[in-house]
């Protein structure tokens, strides 16, 4: 079984520069998470999707982060304009009815410069 | 609110002593519980979790951890420790199987030869 695939796996960007990063959940998995996890912190939620309704977006700077997962399947992930803060790693993970734990993917480290 | 937190950032333990990583949590209702292990550049993968049912949970990699909901605590164990199991280690909570995962801030296990 396929995991949970993001790319690109990294990505360099000059502040106020925008950048979108692509989230694909394991086959059939209703809930879709997008995490951000900043150097030496635990990943801290951004937005929850179920198929394609927002669940919890109450962390996500929504003056710049936006999100979307058309279709229930797919997911991006766009900062526009970047600051050097959202420097971190930026997590994808998803789940299903009857399932417990949520599985990872490798993530996007982003460095804004 | 939940919360988790994990007692420690940095432990350091020679090859073949126990390894002991701290973790409580808060939360209203019997949460579920996770702890996932993290590699440089790499995603969460699954240690172990709790969900109901006998309170010692045995996980991959030869860990294990105990829900002591008097406690209120999952701390994380390994009787021996190998070179391999440096990394950095994230108890979360969960309070549904709907629900997001909370993260503790990490520890980072660090083994010497």
């Known amino acids: 079984e396929a995991g949970v695939a993001q790319s690109p796996r990294y990505k360099i960007i000059e502040k106020r520069q925008s950048v979108a990063f692509w989230c694909n959940p394991i086959?059939?998995?209703?809930?879709l998470y997008w995490y951000q996890q900043i150097l030496g912190q635990g990943p801290k939620l951004l937005i929850q999707?179920?198929?394609?309704?927002?669940?919890?977006d109450s962390q996500l700077p929504k003056d710049r982060f936006s999100a979307e997962r058309l279709k229930g399947v797919d997911s991006t992930l766009k900062i526009q304009p970047a600051k050097l803060e959202d420097s971190a790693v930026y997590l994808c993970?998803?789940?299903?009815?009857?399932?417990?734990?949520?599985?990872f993917g490798q993530g996007t480290r982003l460095t804004v410069v | 609110a939940q919360s988790v937190t994990q007692l420690g950032s940095h432990v350091s333990v020679s090859e073949g002593a126990l390894v002991l990583l701290r973790c409580n949590y808060s939360?209203?209702?019997?949460?579920?519980l996770f702890w996932y292990v993290q590699y440089p550049n790499q995603g969460l993968q699954l240690l172990l979790k709790?969900?109901?049912?006998?309170?010692l949970v045995k996980g991959i990699n030869g860990f294990e951890a105990e829900f002591k909901k008097s406690e209120t605590s999952f701390h994380l164990t390994k009787p021996s420790a190998h070179m391999s199991d440096a990394a950095e280690y994230f108890c979360?909570?969960?309070?549904?199987?709907?629900?997001?995962?909370?993260f503790g801030q990490g520890t980072e296990l660090s083994v010497k030869p």
């Open positions: 993970a998803s789940t299903d009815q009857g399932v417990t734990e949520a599985f």
């Open positions: 086959s059939g998995h209703a809930t």
């Open positions: 999707f179920q198929n394609n309704g927002v669940v919890d």
């Open positions: 939360s209203s209702v019997p949460p579920y």
């Open positions: 709790y969900t109901t049912g006998a309170t």
């Open positions: 979360a909570v969960r309070r549904n199987q709907g629900g997001k995962l909370i």
